[in-house]
């Protein structure tokens, strides 16, 4: 089945850039998503990116998609103590309205 | 986008008993969508509930543990059944609206049973 895998955990210092990684195996979905999670909050749409492209840009937000090696990234430029988070990827299951998350990065931005 | 909203947003209930959990969009639309997120983990999707049909459960959650109901297209519940210790977790719904297969998330029910 589809498998979405994402680093647990990444800390860095406020001010710094943060490279949040999603790789996947099913290569089929139009579009894949991130998503943010604060403490005791639902998900929270960051940002998507279309499967025909490379790169999409949204202010701070910065989303690479390597198709070749079914990777995703997540730039958040000039990281922020509210960016504290945890992040999903996501991404829709092949032929089905179904999504199929990563793991979830737990961001950490030290002061 | 979709402006969705949930009841409770959390609970502390006792073995055996059941919640049934409220999800509120503002807008009508046809897929709506309950998942679990236990402790530390990901978001796992436990049914599919469309209006006027029978919700479509995934492997694993079966109609008598989690009975949903899709009145109308603006408004859905989830039942936990005859709770357990295991049965803690958070409960999202969430629904797919616009042109870019995207899904909207409520802000999630905190359940801990006890």
């Known amino acids: 089945g589809e498998d979405v895998e994402q680093s647990l955990f990444l800390s860095v210092r406020e001010g710094d850039s943060s490279v949040i990684n999603c790789t996947y195996t099913?290569?089929?979905?139009?579009?894949l998503y991130w998503y943010k999670q604060e403490p005791g909050a639902g998900l929270q749409l960051l940002t998507y990116?279309?499967?025909?492209?490379d790169m999409k840009q949204d202010q701070r937000l910065t989303v690479l998609l390597n198709k070749k090696d079914k990777h995703l990234s997540l730039r958040i430029a000039d990281t922020q103590t509210g960016d504290s988070a945890i992040y999903f990827c996501?991404?829709?299951?092949?032929?089905?309205?179904?999504?199929?998350f990563g793991t979830g990065t737990r961001l950490k931005v030290l002061a | 986008s979709a402006v969705i909203s949930q009841k409770p947003s959390r609970d502390i209930c006792q073995r055996g008993t059941s919640l049934t959990i409220q999800c509120q969009v503002d807008s009508q639309v046809t897929m709506m969508f309950w998942y679990r997120q236990q402790p530390g983990q990901s978001l796992t999707l436990i049914a599919t509930?469309?209006?006027?049909?029978?919700?479509?459960?995934e492997s694993g959650f079966v109609i008598d543990k989690f009975p949903i109901s899709r009145p109308n297209l603006t408004f859905s519940t989830l039942t936990v059944s005859n709770m357990s210790p295991e049965d803690s977790s958070i409960y999202l719904c969430?629904?797919?609206?616009?042109?870019?297969?995207?899904?909207?998330f409520g802000p999630g029910t905190r359940l801990t049973v006890l």
């Open positions: 990116i279309f499967s025909n492209m």
């Open positions: 996501a991404l829709r299951s092949s032929g089905t309205y179904k999504y199929i």
């Open positions: 969430s629904v797919e609206t616009g042109s870019t297969d995207t899904q909207y």
């Open positions: 099913d290569s089929s979905s139009t579009y």
């Open positions: 509930a469309n209006q006027g049909s029978e919700a479509t459960y």
